[in-house]
């Protein structure tokens, strides 16, 4: 694994709140009427729509943001499990080379 992702992946984490509150838009909708045909109704009419994409699009960037952090916390316990393996297998490693040499030095010493 990068080992520069997860230190990254953690320095964004804390802000991510901070974006979504950002994204999230300042005017809430007002009902038009859809039978006016005059351009300050339709320029309404659009905003009113860019609006609820706005807020659509910052509940879904909310919760990719938790998908996110729940994946950062899964990797991290990931890494955490693997580097206890690791360090086992090392020790176990080592514990058979010093036995292989004291095995090949008995066997030395004994012709």
Same mark, same amino acid.
């Given at each position: =694994?990068y080992?520069? /992702? /997860?230190?990254?992946?953690?320095?964004?984490?804390? #802000?991510?709140?901070?974006?979504?509150? &950002? &994204?999230?838009?300042?005017?809430?909708?007002?009902?038009?009427d859809?039978?006016? &045909?005059?351009?300050? @109704?339709?320029?309404?009419?659009?905003?009113?729509?860019l609006?609820?994409?706005?807020?659509?699009? @910052?509940?879904?960037?909310?919760?990719?943001?938790?998908? /996110?952090?729940? =994946?950062?916390?899964?990797?991290?316990?990931?890494?955490? &499990?693997?580097?206890?393996? #690791?360090?086992?297998m090392?020790?176990?490693?080592?514990? @058979?080379?010093?036995?292989?040499?004291?095995?090949?030095?008995?066997? /030395?010493?004994?012709?």
């Open positions: =694994m080992t520069w /992702l /997860l230190p990254a992946v953690k320095a964004i984490l804390p #802000y991510v709140g901070d974006i979504v509150n &950002a &994204a999230l838009p300042v005017f809430k909708s007002r009902k038009i859809e039978t006016a &045909a005059t351009q300050e @109704a339709l320029l309404q009419k659009q905003i009113n729509e609006q609820e994409v706005a807020s659509l699009n @910052a509940v879904h960037i909310k919760d990719l943001a938790e998908q /996110l952090r729940q =994946m950062v916390v899964t990797l991290e316990q990931g890494v955490i &499990a693997n580097e206890r393996r #690791y360090r086992r090392s020790v176990l490693a080592w514990t @058979a080379i010093a036995l292989s040499l004291t095995a090949i030095g008995l066997w /030395l010493g004994s012709n």
